[in-house]
């Protein structure tokens, strides 16, 4: 499994899910942005707007290499001097309040000491949180966890619970899911071992968001669920442009702007101090928004 | 002028500023939240929303002082043991398109170690930018500060030009204005000048609103212009989220989250790779985004 290898990989990850999502959907379908970068490298960034179902997407693609930059050496600490990043990165945001927003990345990265590792992650942002649906979302998780290494799920989901947190607003981002970085052979797994958890996640992602669409779509949507929908795409924002370490690393170090900012929302609310009514089924999700949540059981 | 009444003055100013944006808005007030910090202060932050003017906006004072904290030592380089600071924080985001969003901030920050400086600044982010009223703008902010140092208006504008830019989008957040920081005597005039520099500023403020607002409150407004609205408020969440140094610092170190981001506007839009019609207004006002545009002559 070398490097060339898994990027093609990814990029044919990408066609599938794309694929899966058009259908999803059922009206509208990504339009491509190919584009290069000068230092050597480019990606794919595929978005989808006004949909039926999502308001607004991208599923992006990205395979880029050359000279570890100066930036790089300081905030992600990297020793060597070539680097070598790959990966597919996905952020959806439905119409409906019903409908959850997800998000879902994996990557590969590389140095030119030999080095290497996967990292990636799934979590969920329901607008309103079903418990059924978030036991379904972790089930299916735990699953594909469990295939390749009975730790992975307990720690990546404990991860995933410190990484999408705001500690501004002292909340989670949603439900969460798993995170993972670094992995590589020391966690038990061969290099292809962990790649095919990747890819596994990967063609999870669309099935696991299938069923949540179709637990929401067909509901219908009042003035204030959509007021609320809004409100929590402020705070989908505010995780992203202060807390999300990947887009600020890539904003800061000269990345594509609109491929990384395509996580972003059509539209998001902000109001002063905003607390939702007393047993309302906002207050119900806002209270709900904590660490260490076991949605399983 | 020792720091207690320095707070006392910018209270009152807190005062005359809220009035005055009532008179300008004509509907709505302002509805005032108070506040105590655990380790010492507290601040009176001023919410007016769905006005006839002023969708939403937020006049801040707050005075807080006590130990200096870690995040304070490496972020701010500071060297004292306590710390006093006090100061009033405007940002104001209008209905019309048609009217600018305007942010205005005067501070004073003192350590037991004798040492203190004012900082400051007032830019304006117009959604359609139309010299005339860029010029009066600009003129009004030089007047006061040629008053004062005929240094502060050429050295201040060419520090908002910076201060006030998007790195990640290579625009300006509007057509600046001044900013300054660590002013104290070095600067040649005494600390109770520096003060009434502050005060005028402050007092300057809204009168320097009233008129953008007389320019734009009766300009009917399309579907259209809205959108664009929504979409250059998204540049300003993005600012103040990704780059306001004030505002990560306040998120950081645990100020009050709500008043922090008082100055996001109440909805924002965004949307992938946005570009406007050649030739068209919103196009304009784009290519006039960048920095060193000399809005006087």
């Given amino acids: 499994m070398n490097k060339e290898s898994i990027s093609s990989e990814f990029q044919l990850l990408q066609d599938r899910i794309c694929g ?52 790089m050496r300081t905030q992600l600490g990297l020793k060597g001097n070539d680097f070598f990043a790959t990966g597919v990165s996905i952020v959806l945001h439905p119409e409906s309040p019903h409908i959850p927003i997800i998000h879902m990345n994996v990557r590969y990265f590389e140095l ?14 329901p607008h309103y949180i079903k418990p059924e649906q978030a036991k379904q979302f972790h089930k299916a998780l735990k699953k594909v966890c469990d295939t ?15 990484y999408f947190f ?50 929401g779509k067909d509901i219908d949507t009042t003035a204030q669920q959509i007021q609320w929908r809004n409100l929590r795409r402020g705070r989908y924002v505010e995780f992203n442009l202060v807390n999300d370490r990947g887009t600020k690393f890539g904003l800061l170090s000269g990345g594509r702007t609109e491929s990384i900012l395509m996580s972003l929302p059509a539209n998001a609310s902000w109001a002063y101090n905003y607390l939702p009514d007393l047993n309302s089924e906002e207050s119900k999700t806002q209270q709900s928004l904590i660490k260490g949540v076991d949605w399983i059981y």
Same sequence: chains 1, 2.
């Fill in 112 to 125: 030119n000491t030999g080095e290497y590792w996967f990292g990636g992650g799934i979590d969920l942002t």
């Fill in 148 to 162: 390749y290494h009975l730790d992975f799920y307990p720690k990546f989901k404990l991860w995933a619970d410190d």
């Fill in 20 to 71: 899966a999502l058009e259908k999803i959907d059922g009206k509208s379908y990504f339009l491509e942005d190919a584009w290069d970068r000068e230092e050597g490298g480019g990606g794919r960034t595929r978005i989808i707007q006004n949909g039926k179902i999502i308001e607004k997407g991208g599923v992006a693609f990205s395979k880029v290499f050359g000279d570890v930059s100066e930036i």
């Fill in 166 to 215: 705001i500690p501004h607003r002292e909340e989670t981002r949603g439900i969460g899911g798993i995170f993972f970085d670094h992995l590589n052979e020391a966690c038990g797994l061969s290099k292809l071992q962990i790649f095919n958890f990747c890819i596994d996640l990967g063609d999870l992602f669309y099935k696991v968001y299938a069923y949540q669409v179709e637990c």
